[in-house]
């Protein structure tokens, strides 16, 4: 981890990736401390902070990484938000697009099931990162809220990304939210949105060449006068 070089943040967000093969070294207690409490200072209705973060390392870690492949496998999932994955026209096409992007890079073919199962399950390992955050809004908070916290963990993605840090935010952690508040003895009132896994990315691993691309910018942001 170094800040030796200041970078631009269009550098930063242009490098960031969701990345799925993470070296094993770790971060100390107080390196997460220090690297993540900036992030506090992302925007939020009214100053509400609407957002806890858990982070898990070390046996917390190995805990969850035994239990939750298992859980999922076998059917014992509980969600905290309704998600049904479905979408339709352009955002199904960059659904599509983005598979094919990332398998493509694995080199796993489309009728070849148990090797994207796999790929898949891969999830519930954290990709074998060695620190795992997760993210909570407290019972009573919405969509509006929701957006607060979608900044909060943008702020974090950043300073990540800023030091060296690779991180992949998981929506898959979310169907587990059970599992991850019993093992982590988190509150019922918090309320599990999505996981995000983190730490050095395995330079040689297929997986982490993948890049999704983006919509041309004429097509999203609309400039008015």
Known sequence: MTTETLRPLSEILESRRSCRAFLPESLSDEQLQTLLSPSLRAPSNCNTQPWYLHVASGDALERLRKRLPDDFANGRMTLDFPYDGKYVDVFKERQYAS??????????????????????????????????????????????????????????????????????????????????????????????????????????APANRCVTDRADASQLITLHR
């Open 99 to 204: 598979a094919h992007a990332l398998y493509g890079a694995m080199d796993i073919a489309r009728e070849d099931k148990g090797a994207r199962q796999a790929a898949f399950m891969r999830n519930f390992s954290f990709f074998d990162a060695p620190h795992v955050g997760f993210f909570f809004l407290p019972e009573g908070f919405s969509e509006r809220e929701a957006c607060d916290l979608g900044m909060f963990a943008q702020s974090v993605m950043l300073l990540l990304e800023s030091v060296g840090l690779a991180s992949c935010p998981q929506t898959a952690l979310a169907f587990l939210s059970d599992s991850v508040r019993e093992e982590l003895s988190v509150p019922r009132d918090q309320r599990l949105m999505f996981g995000l896994s983190f730490g050095y990315a395995d330079p040689d």
